[in-house]
């Protein structure tokens, strides 16, 4: 290293191009599961709790180790990090902070499995894309929360709808010819008449998807010497299946756009 063997080589560092994300920009790395509607990993449908609840896990896992993240977003093989506008973090270089991310959250998700999905042994390896986008005025964030948490519900109403009619008898090519172009009000009442499905009372995660947020809560720290736990107050990654569509939310939570 910096010896006059190893200097004639040293030009080709120069091909390595700067990737510095924006300064003063909000940076959202987003993730996403490569290849999961091909059944890879023997998903129940249309929503597997468990698979669910191991990605947020790992987001959560994932908050722990990089504590620049201030809010994350999750919904079905995706998962949101918000960086704060002004994080140093690796100096906001684009491929560091990506693979680092997808990196994190890949080790946990392997390492996590088993706990989620007791009986279902892993038979491909997982995999996950990720990418950085800046967003230069809280407009632009919220307006990218939206539209995710936006897309959950579409989906979420969706695949509700064409699973009761696949698992009615339907093909599939005949549950989607059936949903083809059809509005909401009238999915909500196919679900109702037909399958006896009350939309709203779907649990909270499949229709508003997963936020993490941290919140001031008691955690164990050690335990004394007879036991007891000490507990003190710490910042923890809580998971919550809110709007963050509405104002409600970022007025509750006026740390996240300060
Ligand atoms: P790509 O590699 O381009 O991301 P993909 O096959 O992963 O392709 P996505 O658009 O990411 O496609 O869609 C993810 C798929 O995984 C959807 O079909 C979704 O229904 C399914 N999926 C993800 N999580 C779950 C879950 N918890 N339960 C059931 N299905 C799930
Ligand atoms: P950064 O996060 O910036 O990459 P780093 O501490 O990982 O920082 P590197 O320049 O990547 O620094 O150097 C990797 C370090 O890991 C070196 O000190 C190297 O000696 C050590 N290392 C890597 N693989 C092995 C190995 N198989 N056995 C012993 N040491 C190793
Ligand atoms: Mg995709
Ligand atoms: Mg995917
Ligand atoms: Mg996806
Ligand atoms: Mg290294
Ligand atoms: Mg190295």
């Known amino acids: 290293r910096g010896s006059m ?3 004639k080589y040293e030009y080709v560092k120069q091909y390595e191009l700067d990737d510095t994300l924006l300064p003063g920009c909000w940076i959202v790395i987003r ?5 999961f509607t091909n059944d890879l990993h023997g998903f129940e449908k249309p929503n597997d709790k468990r698979a669910l609840d191991l990605m947020d896990e790992c987001a959560r896992e994932v908050m722990n180790e990089f504590t620049d993240i201030r809010l994350a977003y999750g919904e079905s ?3 949101s990090f918000v960086l ?3 994080t140093d973090m690796y100096g906001r270089r684009a ?3 990506v693979s ?4 994190c959250f890949t080790a946990n998700y392997v390492a996590r499995w088993s706990a989620h999905l007791t009986d279902t042994p892993l038979r491909a390896m997982p995999m996950f894309d990720g990418r950085a986008v800046c967003y230069p005025l809280d407009s632009n964030l919220r307006d990218y929360l939206a539209w995710r948490q936006a897309d959950t519900h579409i989906n979420n109403q969706y695949n509700t709808c064409f699973w009761a009619l696949v698992n009615s008898g339907k093909t599939p090519a005949e549950a989607q010819a059936t949903l083809k172009g059809t509005q909401t009000a009238f999915k909500n009442e196919m679900l109702f008449q037909g399958f006896g499905i009350n939309y709203a009372h779907l649990p909270e995660q499949f229709k508003k998807g997963s ?3 941290r919140q001031r809560a008691l955690v164990e720290v050690k ?3 007879d036991g007891s736990p000490v507990m003190r107050e710490r910042s923890v990654p809580t998971v919550l299946h809110v709007d963050i569509i509405r104002d409600e939310f970022w007025e509750s939570n006026p740390q996240l756009l300060a």
């Not at 993730?31 to 290849?35: L, N, R, V």
């Not at 680092?100 to 990196?103: A, C």
């Open 223 to 225: 335990r004394r010497d």
């Open 84 to 86: 704060g506008r002004n």
């Open 95 to 97: 491929a560091k902070l």
């Open 77 to 79: 093989d995706e998962y």
């Open 211 to 213: 936020v993490i947020i």
């Open 31 to 35: 993730i996403d599961g490569k290849g």
């Open 100 to 103: 680092l991310l997808v990196s």
């Open 5 to 7: 063997a190893n200097s």
